[in-house]
């Protein structure tokens, strides 16, 4: 396969990807969308955590809520776990890696709140953990995984909303998690403000 070929392969995947989960993941995404609102508006919060792409990805979703998308409103309140180093090395260092959210979710979390959890593979044990801190603080759940959707996908409960990207690879897993995020804030924003 010449390398033209093979970059196009990425587009056309990846656009196989995002058919693929349209139709299935359209009504979770609307569902979440209406939970942040809800969750916003009674003063809550979003608290968001991942590992490599997925802690970008978390990121990317706190830094849309907090500052705006793509249009003008006040701040939401929104924290990404992943982004307090000092928080991390201490957490990792003296107790487990495996706490570096968890134990950030049980200091921070209150009930009401949610907590939005990206794993491409639903495995990840610190985010696996962070939902149980949240279940424990009776917060609820958004996550956002793939392939079968994992440990995660077993242990969502109540009024918790799968994500689950039916996809075997990362990478499309991850692209369509960086969608689900944009329209997700797009929906919140919708709820918020009204149509355009």
Request: a negative charge.
């Amino acid at each position: 396969m010449e390398l033209k070929q093979r970059v196009r392969q990425h587009f056309e995947d990846s656009i196989a990807a995002k058919q693929a989960s349209m139709d299935v993941l359209a009504p979770a995404i609307a569902a979440a969308a209406d939970k942040l609102v809800q969750v916003l508006i009674t003063d809550g919060k979003i608290l968001s955590c991942g590992n490599g792409g997925s802690a970008a990805d978390a990121q990317h979703f706190a830094a849309e809520m907090v500052g705006r998308f793509e249009r003008e409103r006040p701040g939401l309140a929104a924290i990404a776990l992943s982004t307090d180093t000092s928080a991390i090395t201490a957490i990792a260092n003296d107790y487990d890696y495996d706490m570096v959210f968890s134990k950030q979710v049980s200091a921070i979390g209150r009930a009401g709140d949610v907590l939005l959890a990206i794993s491409t593979s639903g495995n990840s044990p610190n985010v696996v953990s962070a939902i149980h801190a949240a279940h424990e603080r009776q917060m609820s759940v958004i996550a956002l995984t793939g392939k079968d959707g994992g440990q995660i996908g077993e242990i969502l409960a109540g009024d918790d909303i799968h994500l689950c990207v039916p996809s075997q690879r990362t990478a499309r897993i991850q692209e369509v998690h960086i969608t689900a995020i944009h329209a997700l804030c797009d929906a919140v924003d919708y709820l918020l403000l009204g149509g355009e």
